[in-house]
């Protein structure tokens, strides 16, 4: 069995796997409070989710959500002895881009910003880094004309250009992710410099 972990955005979002087959899944979109939903929701599937390897989001996306469900992961990987990786909230995204050869994803990031990256697809791939942008900024270097995200209609406005599909991750689909893309180091993934600065 496999569990999978996404908490970097508004949705909190867990599943249960075997193989190539989604046994139970809990998808919930609750902008706050990731820490008082994730382990009722994990412990809710069968078998109160036990597995043998456990995969989690590791953003970009909301600092406080992004380590709720590392600390989980972690924490549920030393208890069962499981193995813990990583994926991004972004390829999470574009790995459920159909019919196109190419797509970006734009999440909100804060401070008027937005993460964003651009991929192939078939078999899915980053062509871009990760960034941290404006709307207005990224629409200068974000050059895929399929949006997805939750900031998608913020990039396709300041382009004036594309097609925008809200979209958040959602932990089922981390088999559609290349074995590449959801063994990554479970460790977030930070694209801006910390809010708080030593005094």
């Known amino acids: 069995m496999q569990l999978s972990i996404s908490t970097a955005t508004a949705a909190c979002s867990v599943a249960l796997l075997e193989g190539d087959t989604v046994i139970a899944e ?30 989690v989001d590791c953003g970009p996306g909301s600092f406080t959500g992004t380590r709720v469900g590392l600390a989980a992961a972690r924490a549920l990987g030393l208890a069962w002895g499981a193995p813990v990786w990583g994926f991004s909230s972004l390829s999470l995204i574009a790995a459920n881009a159909s019919s196109v050869n190419q797509v970006a994803v734009a999440l909100f990031g804060g401070h008027g910003e937005i993460f964003v990256q651009d991929f192939t697809t078939a078999p899915l791939s980053p062509s871009s880094t990760i960034q941290s942008l404006t709307p207005e900024a990224a629409a200068s270097v ?52 910390p809010d708080a600065r030593a005094a």
């Open 142 to 193: 974000i050059l895929s004309p399929l949006i997805l995200g939750s900031g998608a209609d913020a990039l396709v406005n300041a382009r004036g250009s594309g097609t925008a599909q809200t979209a958040l991750p959602r932990a089922a689909h981390v088999l559609s992710l290349p074995d590449a893309l959801r063994h990554l180091p479970p460790r977030a993934i930070y694209v801006r410099a």
């Open 26 to 55: 809990r998808h919930e979109i609750v902008g706050r409070g990731h820490a008082e939903q994730l382990i009722p929701m994990i412990e809710a599937l069968p078998d109160r989710g036990r597995a043998d390897l456990i995969w």
